[in-house]
């Protein structure tokens, strides 16, 4: 069993950035691959980035790749991910997932465990 707590949720204007942290609890916990999906009112839960459980792979939406930045800390038990060049188009609540499989896998249906969600609101 893996818990997942996000944080670091909150308003920002256009342009800013935003750090996210998930912080996983479990005694295997470092050995998942980890994600964070994104879901807007009325939109489908969306992928937008990955980690391999060794850290040396990663995976970006195309919609963020060049502007969030996905990392783990081992020691802490917690993955990041840094948010620049925010838009309106990035407001939603940001969710993190564990893979078990460890991959960083970009399909929701390859998560086994979720988060409760963190909220991001990017003003104009």
């Known amino acids: 069993q893996v818990q997942l707590v996000e944080s670091g949720g909150g308003l920002v204007q256009a342009g800013g950035s935003l750090r996210l942290s998930c912080a996983a609890s479990?005694?295997?916990?470092?050995?998942?691959?980890m994600g964070w999906f994104r879901q807007a009112p009325g939109e489908e839960r969306e992928f937008v980035a990955a980690?391999?459980?060794?850290?040396?792979?990663?995976y970006y939406a195309d919609s963020v790749k060049g502007r969030f930045t996905i990392s783990r800390d081992y020691a802490l038990n917690t993955v990041y991910l840094q948010m620049n060049s925010l838009t309106p188009e990035d407001t939603a609540v940001y969710y993190c997932?564990?893979?078990?499989w460890g991959s960083g896998a970009t399909m929701k249906s390859d998560y086994d465990y979720w988060g409760q969600g963190t909220q991001v609101t990017v003003s104009s």
């Open positions: 479990g005694r295997t916990a470092s050995r998942y691959g």
């Open positions: 980690i391999s459980w060794t850290g040396r792979s990663t």
């Open positions: 997932a564990a893979d078990l």
